[in-house]
C-alpha cells in the first residue's frame, strides 16, 4: 500500500462508502478552509488503484520557525476498527508529513468514546481499546474533558444528535418534552416566521451573533467569515442560514381581539353573582394582555415592526445536517423563536431524506447547577442522545519542534489574554 495525493473525485467516491462521515471531512469545507489562511490536499492509502483509507489534510504555516502544522478535520475516512490499517496510514502519514515540513498532526475522530441516551447516562463500556492504540502508535490524547471552560480541542467533544430515520414529524413531535412542544406551539402563537436569508442578510445575522457573543462570553467569527462560508458551501446547497422574524404589530393585533372577546365574554355573565370568581379572572387577564401591549410598543419602538430575534447556520452533508452556530436576542427569548427554528428544521431534514440532526456542541457536566445545563437541557427537549466521543490528538512527528510550538502558543495566549 502506498499514500499518494488523490484526486476531489476519488474521495467523494470513496467517503460515500462509510454511514457515517461529517461536513467537515467534506471537499467543499476543506475548499472554504483553504480561503482562510490553511492549504489544502487529499491523500489516500491505495493498494491496487484501490483507495482503503483517506483524509483530508489542511495545513498552514507556523510564523518564525518555517514550520507546519496539519489538520484532519474530524478524523480520517477509515475502518477504525481495522488497526492494521489504521496502523499503516499512521506511518505512512507520518513519513508525509515530516516530508513535507510538518511537525504534527491534530486529528479529532468521529468516534464514540462511550455511547450515551439523552440524559447523558452511559450505555456502553469506554472505548478504551482504540483511545490506548492510538496513543501507542504517538498520538498525544487531549484528554477527557467535560465542561466547557477545560475545552482544548478545534471542536467540541461532546455532541447532542436527533435520530430522525424511520420516524415520522408525527412521531418526532411526540417524543419531544412536552414543555418543548408548548414552545412550538407558543412561538407559532406569537408570529414568529423562520425564514432562509439571504446573502445580503448575513448582516442581520452577524448582529445577532454579536450579541449572543457577548452574553454568553465566547469570541464570535468575522463577517467576512461567514460570508467566504456561504459563497463556498451555497453552491452545493450546503449551507442554510435560518432567521427567526417576529411581526410585533400583528402581535399586538391578536392581543386586541383577545382583549375583545374577553370582555364580550364578561357581558354574557355580567351581574350574575355566580360568576363574579369567572369575571375578575377575566378582567386580571385583559389588565395583563394590556400590559404585553405597552411593553411591545416599546419593543416596536426600539426594534422596529419585525426584528429578527433568533438565528441559525446550519451545515447539510450525507446523511445529517448539522446546527453549527446559533443566537438569539435576551430580551425576545421569551417568544420562543429557537423552539420553532428546529423543529422547522426537523421537518425540513425529514422531507429531504436526512437521517439525523446534529445540534452539535454541549457540555459533558449533566449538573443542574452547572454553567451550560441550559444549552444541554433545550437540545435535549427533543429528544436528542448525548454522544460522546473520543477527543482530540496530536500525531507528533517532530517532538522538540512540537515542543517549540506549544511554548510560542502559550506565550501567545498570554500576550493575547493580557491586551484583552
Not at 489544502?40 to 488503484?49: E, F, H, R, S, T
Not at 427569548?333 to 429531504?352: C, F, P, R, T, V
Request: hydrophobic fraction near 35%; glycine fraction near 4%.
Amino acid at each position: 500500500m502506498k499514500l499518494v495525493e488523490i484526486k476531489e473525485k476519488e474521495y467523494e467516491k470513496f467517503i460515500c462508502k462509510f454511514d457515517r462521515y461529517n461536513f467537515f471531512q467534506s471537499i467543499e469545507w476543506a475548499k472554504f478552509k483553504a480561503k482562510t489562511e490553511w492549504s489544502m490536499n487529499i491523500v489516500g492509502l491505495v493498494d491496487n488503484k484501490e483507495v482503503k483509507a483517506a483524509s483530508i489534510l489542511l495545513s498552514r504555516k507556523i510564523p518564525m520557525i518555517n514550520k507546519k502544522m496539519y489538520y484532519s478535520p474530524r478524523g480520517f475516512v477509515i475502518d477504525y476498527n481495522d488497526f492494521d490499517l489504521l496502523d499503516e496510514f499512521t506511518n505512512q502519514l507520518k513519513r508525509y508529513i515530516k516530508k513535507n515540513k510538518g511537525i504534527f498532526l491534530k486529528i479529532n475522530p468521529y468516534v464514540d468514546y462511550i455511547k450515551r441516551d439523552k440524559d447523558g447516562n452511559a450505555i456502553s463500556e469506554p472505548n478504551d481499546d482504540f483511545v490506548e492504540h492510538l496513543k501507542s502508535n504517538g498520538y498525544l490524547h487531549y484528554g477527557f474533558y467535560k465542561n466547557a471552560n477545560e475545552k482544548r480541542d478545534l471542536e467540541p467533544r461532546w455532541i447532542s444528535v436527533l435520530n430522525l430515520k424511520d420516524k415520522s414529524i408525527d412521531e418526532l413531535l411526540k417524543d419531544m418534552r412536552q414543555t418543548t412542544r408548548w414552545m412550538i406551539n407558543k412561538s407559532q402563537k406569537n408570529c414568529i416566521t423562520i425564514r432562509e436569508a439571504e446573502k445580503e442578510e448575513i448582516e442581520d445575522f452577524k448582529s445577532v451573533m454579536n450579541h449572543t457573543a457577548e452574553r454568553r462570553d465566547f469570541v464570535d467569527r468575522s463577517l467576512e467569515y461567514y460570508q467566504i462560508m456561504y459563497d463556498t458551501l451555497k453552491p452545493n446547497n450546503m449551507i442554510r442560514i435560518m432567521l427567526g422574524e417576529i411581526d410585533l404589530e400583528k402581535l399586538k393585533n391578536t392581543m386586541k381581539t383577545d382583549v375583545k372577546n374577553l370582555k364580550d365574554k364578561i357581558k354574557t355573565i355580567e351581574g350574575n353573582s355566580k360568576k363574579q370568581g369567572q369575571i375578575n379572572e377575566y378582567k386580571s387577564q385583559i389588565d395583563s394582555i394590556n400590559k404585553r401591549k405597552k411593553e411591545i410598543d416599546l419593543e416596536i419602538e426600539k426594534y422596529g415592526i419585525k426584528p429578527i430575534i433568533a438565528v441559525g447556520l446550519y451545515i447539510s452533508y450525507g446523511k445529517e445536517i448539522v446546527y453549527l452556530f446559533g443566537g438569539s436576542y435576551k430580551e425576545f427569548m421569551k417568544y420562543g423563536a429557537q423552539y420553532l427554528m428546529q423543529y422547522e428544521i426537523i421537518k425540513y431534514a425529514k422531507e429531504n431524506n436526512y437521517n439525523r440532526l446534529n445540534f452539535y456542541g454541549i457540555d459533558g457536566n449533566f449538573d443542574k447547577e452547572s454553567e451550560n445545563y441550559g444549552l444541554f437541557d433545550f437540545k435535549r427537549g427533543f429528544n436528542s442522545d448525548v454522544i460522546e466521543l473520543v477527543g482530540e490528538f496530536d500525531l507528533i512527528v517532530s517532538k522538540p519542534y512540537y515542543k517549540l510550538y506549544n511554548m510560542m502558543l502559550k506565550m501567545y495566549k498570554y500576550i493575547r489574554k493580557i491586551k484583552k
